[in-house]
């Protein structure tokens, strides 16, 4: 399933007000510590250079604007947008996903690194940790967190009830009533080296139309 992908550096971002529409201006200002500045910042940058190529409209006539439910809305022209969207950031860099409308998509990025033993048991259920290694723990981090996004709840599932078990998602509890909710669309998981040292996952999949 066709996504275009944007990468970019969080240390060579064009400045704020040449990026972001009043209302997302606003919203920046309410950010105060650096890092999330700049990471919210370099996820707008991303997925507007994506939106731009797609529709042609200035940057700063696409808004990509906070929701309660966590997951932002999409703005283009002035309308709501029907393209399907995602944005991570890890360690320097952020990335945007973009997808056709009737799409659900999922995004995540994470430095490898060596994290303890513990925290693998809390935050993988038992069947899905088939190996051990920093690399897979980190490319099954990035699994769970890109199903999290193809759901659109935030951060309120028990990390228990999204599961990526050899690469196939498995939903349990209020995860499958999400699930169930998108109409249990056939999700395609793709899972690579994006940037040297980190793992990526992409998660997608085509709503079908309600008959």
């Given at each position: 399933?066709?996504?275009q992908l944007k990468v970019v550096?969080?240390?060579?971002?064009?400045?704020?007000?040449?990026?972001?529409?009043?209302?997302?201006?606003?919203?920046?200002?309410?950010?105060?510590?650096?890092?999330?500045?700049?990471?919210?910042?370099?996820?707008?940058?991303?997925?507007?250079?994506?939106?731009?190529?797609?529709?042609g409209v200035d940057k700063k006539?696409?808004?990509?604007?906070?929701?309660?439910?966590?997951?932002?809305?999409?703005?283009?022209?002035?309308?709501?947008?029907?393209?399907?969207?995602?944005?991570?950031?890890?360690?320097?860099?952020?990335?945007?996903?973009?997808?056709?409308?009737?799409?659900?998509?999922?995004?995540?990025?994470?430095?490898?690194?060596?994290?303890?033993?513990?925290?693998?048991?809390?935050?993988?259920?038992?069947?899905?940790?088939?190996?051990?290694?920093?690399?897979?723990?980190?490319?099954?981090?990035?699994?769970?967190?890109?199903?999290?996004?193809?759901?659109?709840?935030?951060?309120?599932?028990?990390?228990?009830?999204?599961?990526?078990?050899?690469?196939?998602?498995?939903?349990?509890?209020?995860?499958?009533?999400?699930?169930?909710?998108?109409?249990?669309?056939?999700?395609?998981?793709?899972?690579?080296?994006?940037?040297?040292?980190?793992?990526?996952?992409?998660?997608?999949?085509?709503?079908?139309?309600?008959?």
């Open positions: 399933m066709s996504c550096d969080l240390n060579n971002l064009p400045p704020a007000e040449k990026i972001l529409g009043a209302k997302e201006s606003a919203f920046f200002q309410t950010l105060r510590f650096p890092k999330r500045r700049t990471e919210w910042l370099g996820g707008r940058f991303a997925l507007k250079e994506l939106v731009q190529q797609a529709t006539e696409i808004e990509i604007l906070p929701q309660p439910s966590g997951k932002p809305l999409l703005r283009v022209g002035g309308k709501d947008s029907p393209l399907a969207f995602s944005i991570t950031h890890s360690h320097g860099f952020a990335v945007a996903g973009l997808a056709k409308e009737d799409t659900v998509l999922g995004i995540d990025l994470e430095k490898t690194v060596h994290r303890i033993e513990a925290w693998a048991k809390d935050f993988f259920h038992p069947t899905e940790l088939t190996e051990k290694s920093d690399t897979f723990l980190t490319a099954l981090w990035t699994q769970k967190e890109a199903l999290v996004k193809v759901l659109g709840t935030g951060l309120s599932l028990n990390s228990y009830d999204v599961r990526c078990v050899n690469g196939h998602a498995e939903f349990y509890g209020p995860a499958l009533a999400a699930y169930e909710k998108l109409g249990r669309p056939a999700l395609e998981i793709k899972t690579w080296e994006l940037v040297p040292g980190f793992m990526f996952t992409q998660a997608c999949g085509k709503i079908s139309p309600v008959i």
